[in-house]
Nanobody
Framework: QVQLVESGGRLVQAGGSLRLSCAASGRTASSLTVGWFRQAPGKEHEFVAAIMRYSGSTYYADSVKGRFTVSRDKNTVRLQMNSLQPEDTAAYLC????????????????WGQGTQVTVSS
């Protein structure tokens, strides 16, 4: 149906920047709402950002607003992360759904495998 593959995660110093990519196959990304979540060790998935199907409207968690930007280019959704902080350290996963409800992790139908982002102080 839909396959999602994240890439771009690495070790970066505090204050640095990273760009993560989520490549979608099996369905065009424009027909999907795509979100980014992160999971730190011992914690649940935390919503980070989302871009709505067709409209391209974006939404961000308060913790990343002003620092992160989500965008879509064909079948790739990107997450530009600036001014990274140690608390941003987590496995970052992209998810997708053919709807627009990002209020619950249960609403997301497809998930990628994750890419690790580690921010050192």
């Amino acid at each position: 149906q839909v396959q999602l593959v994240e890439s771009g995660g690495r070790l970066v110093q505090a204050g640095g920047s990273l760009r993560l990519s989520c490549a979608a196959s099996g369905r065009t990304a424009s027909s999907l709402t795509v979100g980014w979540f992160r999971q730190a060790p011992g914690k649940e998935h935390e919503f980070v950002a989302a871009i709505m199907r067709y409209s391209g409207s974006t939404y961000y968690a308060d913790s990343v607003k002003g620092r992160f930007t989500v965008s879509r280019d064909k079948n790739t959704v990107r997450l530009q992360m600036n001014s990274l902080q140690p608390e941003d350290t987590a496995a970052y996963l992209c998810a997708a759904q053919p709807r627009g409800d990002y209020s619950s992790a249960a609403e997301w139908d497809y998930w990628g495998q994750g890419t690790q982002v580690t921010v050192s102080s």
